[in-house]
């Protein structure tokens, strides 16, 4: 039908700009699409999908649900659809059912091995699923082969490899996602993506550079001031969580105080909206932290191990701004609990 199609092509300019507006748009022309043509898999696959981001940054575990149901209507409708099967697999991982991931993403690559957003899916179950940082690169790394404009999965790569500290690897896969990031904002094709000059300052701090990882913080800064994106309010807590790390370490106080004071309130306007991640609740445990503030900051790690366990304890086992816990027996506990 030509008026579901036409819903269908509105639906997808829309769900590719990944704003808060232009999701909730996606969402309604997804629905127009379907209920015109009800045996439109392509449509009910996009459904899922607008439903699928929708609930990651919002956080809203029953949309992911909602997401599955048309994934696996789609499904139903045409068995062989490969992105349907990876696209439920991300849905999984997102509610952490990380082992079903796995077997749908499985299935979407015996259908398509060539498929890079289907191995990125795969790398996302490894990289926050199950913390195994080194199969994330590997399966990441296939993904930029087979997709040179895969945005995402470079900027994930480099926060992997972050974490291993392999920082010649990670710097060069976040300077392909800042390159990739300012070509997709300035119009080019592709998803737009924020974080990656963010993630070249971590990558700087971790080497004990404060200074150039300013620097690069500042340029994040700038470019989410050019950019509607639905993560940008979440990615303003961890890189402020970086800013005041980084002025700490050059004996800043007062501005590190500001970083953290920005973080924090950021954190708090996000659990008035009903937005509770583990991911920000990390970060602001780690402002805590770094504050002296221990109560706190094993508060909110001991929560964020409890909405995902793996990924938040290993990470807690290396990173810097938890350095001050680590003779804390009760902080010891929390990375006993993995």
């Not at 296939?142 to 945005?151: E, M, S, Y």
């Not at 994930?156 to 500290?165: I, V």
């Amino acid at each position: 039908m030509v008026d579901a199609y036409e819903a269908f092509a509105r639906g997808m300019l829309n769900l590719r700009l990944e704003s808060y507006e232009s999701l909730d748009r996606a969402v309604l022309f997804f629905e127009r699409a379907v209920a015109l043509d009800p045996r439109y898999a392509r449509a009910h696959l996009q459904l899922g999908s607008a439903y699928d981001v929708k609930a990651a940054y919002l956080v809203l575990p029953e949309l992911h649900e909602r997401a599955l149901a048309s994934f696996r209507r789609a499904i139903d409708l045409a068995p062989d659809l490969a992105v349907a099967w990876k696209e439920m697999g991300s849905a999984l991982i997102s509610l952490g059912r990380e082992d079903e991931a796995i077997e749908a993403i499985g299935r979407a690559l015996a259908l398509d091995p060539a498929d890079a957003s289907a191995h990125s899916a795969l790398a996302r179950a490894y990289f926050v699923g199950k913390a195994r940082w080194a199969d994330a690169i590997a399966e990441y790394e296939t993904a930029l082969r087979l997709n040179p404009q895969a945005g995402w999965a470079a900027l994930q790569l480099a926060h992997c490899a972050a974490l291993m500290r392999d920082f010649v690897r990670g710097e060069a896969a976040a300077r392909r996602a800042a390159a990739l990031q300012e070509e997709m904002q300035s119009g080019k094709d592709g998803v737009v993506i924020v974080g990656a000059y963010m993630r070249l300052g971590h990558l700087a701090a971790l080497q004990d550079r404060p200074e150039p990882a300013l620097e690069l913080f500042a340029r994040e800064l700038a470019f989410f001031d050019r950019v509607d994106h639905a993560l940008r309010d979440r990615s303003r807590i961890e890189l402020h969580q970086r800013i005041g790390a980084a002025h700490l370490r050059l004996g800043h106080a007062a501005e590190a105080q500001a970083a953290f004071d920005v973080a924090v309130s950021g954190f708090d306007e996000r659990l008035r909206l009903g937005a509770d991640d583990p991911f920000t609740r990390f970060y602001v445990a780690g402002v805590h932290a770094l504050r002296g503030e221990p109560e706190q900051a094993l508060a909110g790690l001991a929560k964020a191990a409890k909405m995902r366990r793996r990924f938040t304890i290993e990470r807690a086992r290396i990173e810097p701004e938890f350095d001050s816990l680590r003779d804390d027996r009760r902080f010891q506990d929390i990375l006993a609990s993995a």
